[in-house]
């Protein structure tokens, strides 16, 4: 008999999980809530980038030394609800000690390996598909106010030359040479090749899920409210049974994950974007605005600026004071830029408190794969994610220690 597949989720991760699985010839069933591409998915919102070059903690030891200041300065691209601060407490001590140099190069090692290729890998699981038309190859510069703020962060530096990192520096006139539009506020740049972007990272989720129907997968509209060792249970009460179930839920899986013994260090950080539509100025070449912390990116629809962090319950509503930040911080880049009208959104980063994803089957149900926590990079990660979890299924070996994403690492 042929050996069924459920994956629950559809964002980029389990989309990538299932066709690499269906290539393999394997039968397989998508599951969610919402269809791939949809708004609702953290793959929708995010800055589009793949992001090579993005292998630190989410706290490194420059950001902690910043912490006090971007949590109390309401133009801060940090934010907390004051109210969640006792919830957050448990994630956060953690999360502070990983970005210590001790621990931090472990997780510049383990990130590395999850995502040195993540161009090849989107091209390769993308072609001859509809979803090979939204990527696009190019430099990605990370914009520093001054010099010193760039080469104040020598340890995650130091960590990206050790894995192979390159990138080229470029003062003011060199960076208006390329980019005339700039403003005076960001005076020195760090440019780094071999990186890419889509230009529409709903789009390009929602072909591949096409590709995956439209070649013999299945993809089932449920929300999932139970997980067991062979079945799952939506909110109608269906009961859909399989041989191997892949959890890839992202920030959704914590609650999932307990049913197994599992009570995962994961936080939905809320993120946002503000798409700007027929702006009067758009980069050839995305940016990331290191002192902001948002991704400026050229995309079909417009003009993206993807970024901030919120710390707040999963199911609060948006706030505003993120988007506001947005627009006053993309004017910083562009003191020019005008456009027509806004799109924004608003989306859930899981966050393990090592910022590394959690990978493998259960101990307690060894049929049961987790593939969720890829932070800020899940997009970047999905196809390598995916080719994991396929040798995972097909117990074959893999070239990569996987020990760093063991989902006991926890206990």
Known sequence: MTEKILVIGAGITGVCIAESLRRAGRSVTLIDRVPPGDTAQTSYGNAGLLAREGVGPILDTGIMLQLPKLLLDPNSPVKLRWSYLLRLIPWALPALRNGFKDRAHHIVTAMNELIYDTVEQHSAIANGTDAAQYI????LTLLYRKKSDFTASKFINDAKKAVGIEWEERDLAMLKERDAALGDAYTFGAAYPDHGWLTDPAAYVAALARHFTNSGGTFLNREVVDIGTDRITCTNGEEITGDTIILATGAWSKKLAKTFGHNVPLQGERGYHILLKNPSQVPDLPYLITDNKFGLTPMLGGLRCAGT?????LDA???????????????????DLTWESTETWMGHRPTTVDSLPMLGRTKSAPNVIYAFGGQHLGLTMGPKVAQIIRDIVMDKPTNIDLSPYAVDRFG
């Open 136 to 139: 696009q190859k190019g430099e």
């Open 317 to 335: 509503e948006p706030s505003n004071s993120p988007i506001k930040l947005l627009e006053k911080s993309v004017k910083q880049v562009y003191p």
């Open 309 to 313: 962090t919120e710390f707040a319950p």
